[in-house]
């Protein structure tokens, strides 16, 4: 008995010893992605950045998808032909200048020292292939939706004209789009089905290797036209745990963490070897209601609610103090963006006046939606404890996100919470497809609100070019939308990176396409 | 013997049948557009329309589901993904080699700590070692899996700095997700082991044994722990066979690029081909683990290789 | 080894014992047994007190389960708050008091539908046996082949979530699992002398069914079904983790430890309570089916 029990104990120490011997095998001095760590003091300089963002793209075709990571990848790889600087005015991109022809057409003068990563020249052959192509995208075609493929035409290799179907006063902001790069015919061509996979730009850096659901490498491009990037590889990977993001960030796994959740903020901040990087974005959070639907078809309900919501209780309990309450339906930072509106306040007694002039003083059974996002999930439980005081009874209805696009397209909710992000930074953006009673259901008028001045001025706005005119039209609509109360206004948000101390040159972009170019280490 | 393996690999076909049948028909009747999801939230309807009739998603629940089966079968073909049009087996392909390296870890902790702890607590039964290695054990089976990984991600990489937190690119990243899904094999693993070591330690042979006055050890060695091994032998399959599967919240937390992970974010996005791939691969794995078990059988006792015919 | 030779040989007399008994007696037999087991009787504990904290939660409960004060968000353990308050101060003791309510619902009843449609088949497959027997197996086969969680989630993803349909999809995945036992169970007794006896006397076989087969299999299901309510819990609030799980603010523990994790680092209490909630259930549920086994199965006594 007594030689078995031993002989047991070694066994199983030795397993146990064999497991950990296992796990530490690794040689001690590198780091998990294969980087030589450095010890503290030395001079030589790491060379490959590696960020993590909270999902993995879909595909580095442009035309194939239309998200963030994926963007975020992108904007490395291709270029597009006129970009949008921090402060989000157009500057030249692959197109070193333009002129406006008349209200339909742009002519663009290419530069000519351009070479895409497979070593082809950029011409104007490439940018009229995109742009068709672009066009017949299911997933982006809508972004270059406005211009005429008719009208897409190449005066010299360097020189091309792009022309719209109906003057469209934002064509140049959607050109600055991710969606807009420019791709190479012949690349695009040779990846056929699996294009997306092998993407071919004229970017800072190229393309490596994908390691789906994990990572994606990049290597610098050295003939890129604006000179090479500082850093000789950029490794993407996907982190979708924030808490998990952040401790990588913290263990030195990683060198950029985006999107820190507001929980880990004052920890990244306090924390001697990072840096916290802070800006407005340009996403606006909103809780809609059904505005076809009673009893949110009463203007005086839908104020009501506005009034009895305390937005700043909100932003601070979810989102601990990150981002401010929005006053209207653009956030500050998006041009136009009417920041004289008064925002409702909170304010129960006039929620309860308004609600019994609206006959409902003894409130009504309603539902919210929500997909399943804790942040979005935290504020409908808010909601529902602060609309008892006006004797509204609210169930909350978390959905999984496809059933909850297809319901709330189909208009078969009361309320929801849904976020909005003006990629291009043009109220055009921000504004048509979500109060524009054409856009009603999936379109991304899921309030199905309707307001034949606001269609109007919308619709104007669109094909003004002059800049004041079009700030006009923009104001006015956002203050009937304001007074309307198709949405609670929530909150606008905030892009929060972390980075390690050591990270320098860091930009971050308000549409949440960081670009790193100019990023290195100290 | 190779005739049972044959008619064991033949029965995988209407297994494989059914649970593409059953998943094919769950998916299409599942509210949520592929496309919609796909195109997000400020697509026009135009191009949604337009994209579902490239994905085939207006044809008929029978005409899809033939279709299906048939590229399936002619040509051997189970699609592209909706998402990154990447071939279905590529994408899957892609994940494996991480799930299976977890699941070959977990399974490793799992019956390095099971089976010699099962061992001693049999062996001394009531003994102080078998009472705290049963409470262990309990407590194993009782933590929540995804609840034990972030406690230990907490303790060994934030708080100690021993192991990186997330990833899955060398060993030392293997450690606490090996961990976190081992444990709890291992405490059934344990319990396993340590009844069937009881129940065969009672039996006559063993007592013939000792009675011959062979020394304790081999009785325990020789004897006893072939034959309690065999139904061990079971729930480490079993366990291997969810593990290869039942991973997806240890993948969740741990940023594991595996197949788990892979079938639940298509299963979000309603990237039907994915996730009818991923289902039908893991159930195949399921079930070649079982019958790999059921072989091994064979070899620990011989009186069941008679059964096989 | 004295010990274990009299364990075994007082197993024995119990199995002689066992055979002759009159109708009620093997449950007293078998509570006899567990009363023995301290192990069992500590697991009858737990679970005593978790159905009457379920039965109670309104009169035992300091606060409501849905109380928000936001500025009294993320209290540490103290004298008002003996757990805490989570991100929305609400009390988590109280919220861990109401959610035993959700947490046994959801055993039993996924437990209940698990148990009640899995036995249907199995019992069916084993009584008639031949093509059907064959059918029904397979059919199981097939489930069995599907890992439950990702069963589970596709179930919720289609049904929607919610506790009725996390109750469903729970249950569904446990199916397997009493189809096989009861199927067993069933092929042993269906050709014992009773039965026959049984036919001969014209009984059909719905009779024979419920009046003769199941009492007699109640056992290994019992012993199946109270380690089923424990996984039933777990299932549950790992598809709370991924999102798909219950309402809020049901205080559902998975869904509080869910919840609770992006505050994991500042404040722990909030997920951590919630997780020894949960754990203490499965342990007291574990020990007390393991109990339950020994007793029902004087052989494995230990």
């Not at chain 1, 040689?27 to 909270?54: H, R, S, W, Y």
């Not at chain 1, 742009?106 to 995109?130: C, I, M, P, S, W």
């Not at chain 1, 304010?347 to 804790?374: C, H, P, R, S």
């Not at chain 3, 996924?110 to 249907?120: D, E, F, K, Y």
């Amino acid at each position: 008995m007594f030689k078995s029990k031993k002989l047991l104990v070694l066994l199983s120490m030795v397993l146990v010893f064999a497991l950990f011997a296992v796990g530490c095998s690794q040689p001690a001095d590198t780091t998990p992605d294969g980087d030589t760590e450095q010890p503290a003091g030395d001079v030589t300089v790491k060379d490959t950045l590696i960020v993590a963002q909270g999902g993995d793209p879909a595909s580095l075709d442009p035309h194939a998808t239309n998200d963030q990571p994926s963007a975020r990848v992108m904007k490395h790889i291709y270029n597009t032909l006129v970009t949008q600087n921090q402060q989000m005015e157009v500057v030249p991109a692959l197109a070193e200048s333009w002129e406006v022809i008349d209200d339909l057409t742009y002519e663009f003068k290419l530069r000519q020292d351009v070479k895409f990563h497979n070593g082809e020249d950029f011409t104007a052959n490439d940018v009229k292939f995109t742009l068709l192509r672009a066009k017949e995208s299911n997933h982006i075609g809508h972004i270059v939706g406005a211009i005429d493929p008719e009208g897409i035409e190449i005066i010299d290799d360097y020189t091309i004209r792009i022309s719209t179907e109906k003057p469209f006063a934002p064509l140049l902001a959607h050109l600055s789009h991710t969606a807009s790069s420019i791709l190479n015919e012949k690349a695009v061509t040779e990846g056929g089905e699996d294009y997306g996979q092998n993407p071919v730009g004229t970017g800072p850096f190229k393309f490596v290797n994908w390691v789906t659901g994990d990572s994606i490498e990049l290597e610098r491009y050295d003939g890129y036209h604006d000179g090479p990037a500082k850093m000789a590889k950029v490794t993407f990977r996907a982190i979708v745990e924030n808490t998990t993001r952040t401790i990588e960030l913290e263990t030195g796994g990683i060198d950029i963490a985006y999107d820190i959740q507001p929980q880990d903020v004052s920890r990244v901040e306090g924390n001697s070897d990072l840096n916290l990087i802070r800006g407005e974005s340009f996403t606006t959070g909103y809780i809609g209601f059904n505005a076809a639907k009673k009893p949110f078809d009463d203007v005086r309900v839908r104020q009501a609610i506005n009034y009895a919501i305390d937005i700043d209780s909100i932003v601070e309990a979810v989102f601990q103090g990150v981002g401010t309450p929005a006053k209207g339906p653009l956030g500050p930072n998006v041009w136009a963006s009417h920041q004289g509106l008064e925002p409702y306040g909170y304010n129960v007694e006039k929620a309860k006046e308004l609600m019994a002039e609206a006959g409902l003083a003894d409130g009504f059974k309603t539902t919210i939606w929500t997909n399943e996002n804790q942040q979005r999930m935290d504020i409908s439980e808010i909601i529902q404890n602060q609309l008892r005081a006006i004797n509204i009874d609210v169930e909350v209805k978390v959905m999984e996100w496809g059933a909850y696009l297809d319901g709330t397209a189909a208009g078969e909710h009361d309320m929801f919470i849904l976020g909005w992000v003006t990629v291009t930074g043009d109220p055009d953006y921000g504004l048509y497809a979500l109060f524009h009673s054409a856009q009603h259901g999936a379109a991304g008028n899921r309030t199905f609100y309707t307001n034949t001045r606001v269609d109007e001025l919308l619709d104007s706005a669109r094909v003004e070019t002059d800049p004041s005119m079009r700030e006009k039209f923009y104001l006015e609509a956002q203050e009937i939308i304001r007074n309307d109360a198709p949405w609670i206004f929530n909150n606008n948000g905030e892009n929060i990176d972390g980075l390690r101390k050591n990270v320098k040159g860091y930009m971050q972009h308000p549409a949440g396409h960081h670009y790193l170019y100019n990023v290195y280490f100290e | 013997m190779h005739k049972y393996i044959i008619r064991r690999l033949l029965l995988l076909i209407p297994v494989m049948l059914g649970v593409t049948f059953i998943i094919f028909t769950m998916m299409y009747f599942t509210p949520g557009d592929p496309a919609r999801i796909m195109l997000g939230e400020s697509a026009p309807e135009s191009e949604v329309i337009k994209l579902r009739e490239d994905l085939g998603l207006n044809d008929p629940y029978l005409v899809q589901f033939g279709r299906y089966i048939k590229n399936a079968v002619v040509h051997q073909d189970i699609g592209r993904s909706y998402t990154t049009r990447r071939p279905v087996v590529d994408e899957i392909m892609a994940r494996f080699p991480a799930t299976l390296k977890l699941a070959a870890m977990g399974a490793f902790v799992a019956v390095a700590l099971g089976i010699p702890t099962g061992i001693i607590s049999a062996t001394k039964q009531y003994s102080l070692f078998d009472n705290i290695a049963m409470v262990l054990a309990l407590i194993g089976v009782s933590m929540p899996n995804f609840w034990q990984g972030l406690m230990m991600m907490l303790v060994f990489s934030v708080y100690l700095g021993w192991f990186p937190a997330s990833g899955f690119t060398s060993p030392k990243h293997w450690v606490l997700p090996a961990l976190t899904i081992g444990t709890s094999s291992a405490a059934i693993i344990t319990r396993m082991t340590r009844s069937s070591m009881l129940e065969v330690i009672r039996q006559d042979y063993i007592r013939t044994a000792r009675a011959k006055g062979q020394v304790e050890s081999v009785v325990i060695n020789q004897h006893a722990l072939k034959n309690a091994l065999i139904p061990v032998i079971t729930v480490i399959g079993l366990q291997f066979g969810f593990l290869l599967g039942g991973a997806v919240l240890t993948e969740t937390i741990f940023a594991i690029p595996g197949v788990g992970r892979l079938m639940i974010e298509s299963i979000f996005r309603r990237d039907f081909p994915i996730v009818q791939g991923a289902v039908l691969f893991i159930a195949v794995s399921f079930s070649i683990v079982n019958l790999f078990v059921d072989i091994l059988y064979a070899f620990v006792d011989p009186r069941i290789k008679s059964q096989y015919k | 080894m004295s010990n274990v030779k009299t364990v075994s040989q007082e197993a024995q007399a119990q199995v002689a014992n066992n055979v002759p008994n009159k109708k009620r007696g093997p449950w007293r037999e078998v509570w006899r047994r567990m009363k023995q087991n301290k192990a069992a009787m500590v697991g009858l504990v737990i679970i005593g007190i978790l159905i009457f904290a379920a039965l109670t939660a309104n009169i035992i409960a300091p606060y409501g389960y849905d109380d928000q004060n936001l500025p009294g968000r993320f209290q540490t353990p103290n004298s008002k708050h003996l757990l805490g308050t989570d991100n929305f101060g609400r009390d988590i003791f109280s919220r861990i008091i109401y959610g035993s309510r959700i947490s046994l619902m959801v055993g039993f009843i996924a437990v209940g539908i698990a148990a009640l449609s899995g036995g249907t088949l199995g019992a069916i497959a084993g009584f008639y046996g031949g093509k059907l027997d064959n059918v029904i197996m397979r059919m199981i086969d097939i489930l069995l082949a599907i890992p439950g969680i990702l069963l589970a989630i596709s179930i919720v993803a289609a049904l929607g979530p919610g506790l009725r349909n996390v109750m469903i999809a729970v249950g569904i995945g446990a199916i397997p699992g009493y189809a096989r036992i009861v199927r067993a169970s069933v092929l042993s007794l269906r050709d014992q002398e009773f039965i026959e006896a049984a036919k001969a006397v014209g009984a059909n076989d719905f009779r024979i069914i419920t009046k003769h087969i199941i009492p007699n299999s109640m056992a290994p299901i019992i012993v199946q079904a109270t380690l089923g309510v424990a996984n039933a819990i777990l299932a549950a609030a790992g598809l709370s983790f991924i999102g798909l799980g219950i309402q809020p603010p049901t205080p559902e523990w998975g869904a509080m430890l869910s919840s609770g994790r992006n505050y994991i680092r500042d404040y722990p209490h909030i997920a951590t309570f919630p997780g020894i909630a949960i754990m203490i259930t499965i342990f007291g549920l574990n020990l007390l089916g393991d109990g339950l086994r020994d007793a029902l199965d004087p052989r494995l006594k230990s």
